[in-house]
């Protein structure tokens, strides 16, 4: 027995040693990978985070600039002095890119600005020139269009560049400050203001400005579109129209009037500017619609004039999937390797895949009343979505295709009217 007893000993102690030894490590590491994925998150997630003390630490930093003189504009006063401007809540906040619900004389805006601080965006030179003389409007100017040339890809003449200008500087007469040459300045370096500003006069389609203090310009408050929701866009949120207890016809009547409305868009963004104007990005989270039904766009940082887009595209490339950018589509050239600077799709056939077809998908029939053309207007839905499937969308198959769901829609609006 003792022999047994000494045989089992030695095949039963390494299994009672090692267990314990093997759970220690495997708690070590576990610890381990706690602590570090605990760093990461703190470092990447919460130091990025959209907080109400990070907030107004920024907009604290905006005044205390204002108060120094180192910056200026519409706004200042309001947000730092009388105080008729009060933050609200962070909204968005990513490398820098903030984006904020302010209250305004009782009014909800929303501040916005590339980067958080005033001094990361890069400062004029000219105004190094300006302790011993004063810039000459012409430099100005040059220097404005420039900068535009840079963000939009698009040629100016010096006569319209004041427009991108914040409105209390657009009939200044006499010399600039050196606070507002740097504000003006840190706006210009802001792609997505010098396009609202730009388009300001031009469409409705667009945000509309309300000021700036600083590099943070003010825009109107809207609702974005969810595409959870059933109507991608709350209608229960407009005024001064409420649509709580409305009918299922009202809001079959408010969905075909945001339809048109993205229908306009389309033709507008195509046909009325000096190059046509490609949304990269479209999703109802970049829309919004006012009280009226118009639908606007609210987030352009993936709109592109012509010139700028075709940069974008002509890139290297092995097959057609090297040349998608994001929903801009285009083609390799398999000789040359290299992408087709001409876009293969449309806004349009982009609006009619990726808000059109939810919108009037038979699926969600249920939530709505039955659409009286339901069957005609999914159908040209769907061949609108794919346009491009055998190559290029010209631009008579687009005006044809645009003028077939605009019929639909007015038609299904008198029958819903009936």
Same mark, same amino acid.
């Given at each position: 027995?003792?022999?047994?007893?000494?045989?089992?000993?030695?095949?039963?102690?390494?299994? @009672? $040693?090692?267990?314990?030894?093997?759970?220690? $490590?495997?708690?070590?590491?576990?610890?381990?990978?706690?602590?570090?994925?605990?760093?990461?998150?703190?470092?990447? *997630?919460?130091?990025?985070?959209? @907080?109400?003390?990070?907030?107004?630490?920024?907009?604290?930093?905006?005044? #205390?600039?204002?108060?120094?003189?180192?910056?200026?504009?519409? #706004?200042?006063?309001?947000?730092?002095?009388?105080?008729?401007?009060?933050?609200?809540?962070?909204?968005?906040?990513?490398?820098?890119?903030?984006?904020?619900?302010?209250?305004?004389?009782?009014?909800? *805006?929303?501040?916005?600005?590339?980067?958080?601080?005033?001094?990361?965006?890069?400062?004029?030179?000219?105004?190094?020139?300006?302790?011993?003389?004063?810039?000459?409007?012409?430099?100005?100017?040059?220097?404005?269009?420039?900068?535009?040339?840079?963000?939009?890809?698009?040629?100016?003449?010096?006569?319209?560049?004041?427009?991108?200008?914040?409105?209390?500087?657009?009939?200044?007469?006499?010399?600039?400050?050196?606070?507002?040459?740097?504000?003006?300045?840190?706006?210009?370096?802001?792609?997505?203001?010098? !396009? !609202?500003? #730009?388009?300001?006069?031009?469409?409705?389609?667009?945000?509309?400005?309300?000021?700036?203090?600083?590099? !943070?310009?003010?825009?109107?408050?809207?609702?974005?579109? %969810?595409?959870?929701?059933?109507?991608?866009?709350?209608?229960?949120?407009?005024?001064?129209?409420?649509?709580?207890?409305?009918?299922?016809?009202? &809001?079959?009547?408010?969905?075909?009037?945001?339809? &048109?409305?993205?229908?306009?868009?389309?033709? %507008?963004?195509?046909?009325?500017?000096?190059?046509?104007? %490609?949304?990269?990005?479209?999703?109802?989270?970049?829309?919004?619609?006012?009280?009226?039904?118009?639908?606007?766009?609210?987030?352009?940082?993936?709109?592109?004039?012509?010139?700028?887009?075709?940069?974008?595209?002509?890139?290297?490339?092995?097959?057609?999937?090297?040349?998608?950018? !994001?929903?801009?589509?285009?083609?390799?050239?398999?000789?040359?390797?290299?992408?087709?600077?001409?876009?293969?799709?449309?806004?349009?056939?982009?609006?009619?895949?990726?808000?059109?077809?939810?919108?009037?998908?038979?699926?969600?029939?249920?939530?709505? $009343?039955?659409?009286?053309?339901?069957?005609?207007?999914?159908?040209?839905?769907?061949?609108?979505?794919?346009?491009?499937? %055998?190559?290029?969308?010209?631009?008579? @198959? @687009?005006?044809?295709?645009?003028?077939?769901?605009?019929?639909?829609?007015?038609?299904?609006?008198?029958? *819903?009217?009936?």
């Amino acid at each position: 027995m003792s022999g047994f007893g000494s045989v089992a000993c030695r095949h039963f102690r390494p299994k @009672t $040693v090692r267990k314990p030894a093997l759970l220690c $490590v495997l708690l070590w590491v576990a610890c381990w990978f706690l602590v570090n994925i605990s760093i990461f998150i703190h470092k990447n *997630i919460f130091t990025e985070y959209c @907080t109400d003390q990070k907030s107004k630490g920024i907009l604290g930093r905006l005044c #205390l600039g204002y108060q120094q003189g180192l910056l200026t504009g519409n #706004l200042c006063k309001d947000l730092c002095v009388t105080q008729t401007m009060v933050y609200k809540r962070c909204l968005y906040y990513d490398k820098g890119k903030k984006v904020i619900q302010a209250d305004w004389n009782g009014q909800p *805006i929303i501040l916005k600005s590339k980067l958080e601080d005033f001094l990361s965006y890069d400062s004029l030179f000219l105004l190094d020139e300006q302790e011993s003389r004063s810039i000459p409007e012409i430099d100005i100017l040059v220097f404005t269009a420039l900068e535009i040339k840079h963000s939009l890809g698009l040629e100016v003449k010096n006569v319209t560049a004041p427009q991108l200008w914040t409105k209390h500087l657009k009939d200044r007469r006499g010399s600039f400050s050196r606070a507002e040459l740097a504000s003006m300045w840190s706006l210009l370096q802001q792609e997505e203001y010098v !396009f !609202f500003q #730009l388009l300001q006069d031009l469409s409705k389609h667009v945000l509309k400005m309300i000021g700036s203090c600083g590099h !943070f310009y003010a825009v109107e408050y809207l609702t974005a579109g %969810h595409a959870w929701h059933h109507n991608l866009f709350s209608l229960e949120e407009l005024s001064p129209y409420s649509w709580r207890g409305s009918s299922s016809k009202a &809001l079959w009547q408010a969905t075909n009037s945001i339809a &048109l409305s993205f229908l306009d868009l389309a033709r %507008h963004f195509e046909n009325d500017f000096s190059h046509p104007l %490609h949304l990269c990005d479209i999703k109802p989270e970049n829309f919004a619609i006012r009280a009226d039904l118009t639908v606007v766009a609210i987030d352009v940082d993936m709109a592109f004039f012509e010139p700028k887009m075709r940069d974008i595209l002509e890139q290297n490339c092995t097959n057609d999937e090297d040349c998608n950018f !994001f929903d801009c589509l285009s083609h390799c050239n398999l000789k040359t390797q290299r992408c087709r600077a001409e876009r293969s799709n449309n806004n349009l056939q982009v609006i009619c895949d990726k808000i059109f077809r939810p919108l009037f998908s038979p699926q969600l029939s249920e939530h709505r $009343v039955r659409h009286p053309l339901q069957s005609q207007l999914y159908r040209a839905v769907k061949r609108c979505a794919e346009l491009s499937k %055998h190559g290029n969308v010209d631009k008579r @198959t @687009t005006e044809d295709t645009l003028s077939e769901l605009y019929n639909l829609l007015k038609a299904g609006q008198r029958e *819903i009217m009936k």
